[in-house]
């Protein structure tokens, strides 16, 4: 169950990050009224998952969830770069991701 809960909260931190782009500096307040449900829902699962998952671990793949949601979304929603090296950044990210939660 915790690794649900910290996939979860690496999802609710991709929709806070992106939120913050919708919130126009917290001047638009729904967008803004979003963005804080999303951080407390993601910080509320992220506390859940690490009563059984290493710290370490745990924080590295909810950090990593997070900025490879965030730019993903940032290249199909914001047309950012989507260049090979970008890519590849990305993709070490992701096996990262996918290294920690193979050897916990």
Do not use: H, N
Not at 89 to 94: E, R
Request: hydrophobic share 55%; glycine share 14%.
């Amino acid at each position: 169950m915790a690794w649900i809960y910290l996939l979860v909260a690496g999802l609710f931190e991709v929709v806070w990050a992106i939120g913050l782009k919708y919130t126009e500096g917290w001047t638009r307040l729904w967008p803004s009224v979003g963005t804080l449900a999303a951080m407390v829902v993601s910080f509320w699962c992220l506390s859940q998952s690490l009563k059984s998952i290493p710290i370490g671990t745990g924080y590295a793949i909810w950090t990593g969830i997070g900025a490879v949601g965030a730019a993903a979304l940032g290249i199909l929603l914001f047309g950012d770069s989507a260049s090979w090296p970008r890519l590849l950044c990305i993709g070490l990210i992701v096996s990262g991701v996918i290294g920690l939660k193979m050897v916990s």
